[in-house]
């Protein structure tokens, strides 16, 4: 097992670092095995505090994928690698209830197909936003914090607001755009 130190924290020494990351895929192995069994993962996921995942979801995780606390994932959902959620991020159903239906209780109300909700490769999603399921995080896309995505948004973009809308480009050129989506190709 070969650790990679080069996102370390400033201060923190090697071997506590090393320490914490052998009992992360501890953790890790526990709750996708023992806790959140339909939960399938591949490669390494930090899983903070308090996070769920729904049970009977679709929910495939790839390689380096970190979930901050309280995380809620509560839709079937395909994630890439090397993805950061800060804190309370949730990706929620778009149709979980039906409202439309006239003489008919929402509460009584048949679930709709919500669709698959896919995070590519290299996304930020920032502390307590809200990921509406049946749509596609392109891949180097960031979300601001508290954003609430009701659409796709399109790779190498950042988006925030509510709903969330682009703000910008993540780079200043195409070219550059260009030559960061080949590299995350090359690193599969």
């Known amino acids: ?21 052998i ?5 890790t192995w526990y709750l996708f095995h023992i806790k959140f069994p339909w939960v399938k993962y591949n490669g390494f996921v930090r899983v903070m505090s308090h996070t769920t995942f729904a049970k009977g979801m679709n929910i495939k995780i790839g390689n380096n994928v970190q979930f901050g606390p309280y995380c809620n994932i509560s839709t079937d959902t395909l994630f890439g690698n090397n993805i950061l959620m ?3 991020v949730c990706i929620i159903g778009r149709n979980d209830h039906q409202y439309q239906k006239v003489g008919e209780l929402i509460w009584n109300s048949k ?5 698959l909700t896919v995070i590519e490769d290299d996304v930020w999603i920032g502390h307590n936003s809200t990921i509406v399921g049946g749509l596609t995080i392109g891949a180097g896309a960031i979300i601001a914090a508290g954003a609430v995505v009701t659409k796709d948004v399109p790779p190498c973009e950042i988006w925030g607001g509510v709903p969330a809308k ?5 780079f200043t050129s195409t070219n550059d755009k260009n030559i960061h989506l080949t590299y995350l190709k090359t690193i599969k």
Do not use: C, E, S, V
């Open 166 to 170: 682009k703000i910008k480009d993540r």
């Open 111 to 115: 679930r709709g197909n919500n669709g």
């Open 1 to 21: 097992m070969k650790i990679n130190y080069h996102n370390m924290p400033q201060g923190a020494n090697k071997q506590t670092f090393a320490l914490r990351y």
């Open 86 to 88: 800060a804190g309370r």
């Open 23 to 27: 009992m992360n895929i501890l953790r």
